[in-house]
Nanobody, 115 residues
Framework: QVQLVESGGGLVQPGGSLRLSCAAS????????MAWYRQAPGNQRELVAI???????NYADSVKGRFTISRDNTKNTVYLQMNSLKPEDTAVYYC?????????WGQGTQITVSS
């Protein structure tokens, strides 16, 4: 079955950087768009960044210029490089893969930006 496993979360000070990884198994991830979402307490889950199978990317306005999504098809893995982190980036971050009408999600990883 399809599994997505995130790693790389944690506590970071404002202005710091983190890199999230999402390793896919049970599917050839390079055939599909993959995305990162986040959900802060009391908020709806929101799209942060998406990368298509062709490598095109798009970002939420709130993270443009600070976050970079990329993928390594040899490792079946997608990454989210997060720079210049702000307290408002604090949330649980989820990896997503959509195959036809089915969404697959990782378990989520907590990012806390605080001094």
């Amino acid at each position: 079955q399809v599994q997505l496993v995130e790693s790389g979360g944690g506590l970071v000070q404002p202005g710091g950087s983190l890199r999230l990884s999402c390793a896919a198994s049970g599917i050839i991830a390079s055939n599909y768009a993959m995305a990162w979402y986040r959900q802060a307490p009391g908020n709806q889950r929101e799209l942060v960044a998406i990368i298509t199978s062709a490598g095109y990317t798009n970002y939420a306005d709130s993270v443009k210029g600070r976050f970079t999504i990329s993928r390594d098809n040899t490792k079946n893995t997608v990454y989210l490089q997060m720079n210049s982190l702000k307290p408002e980036d604090t949330a649980v971050y989820y990896c997503n893969l959509r195959r036809l009408a089915t969404d697959f999600w990782g378990q989520g990883t907590q990012i806390t930006v605080s001094s």
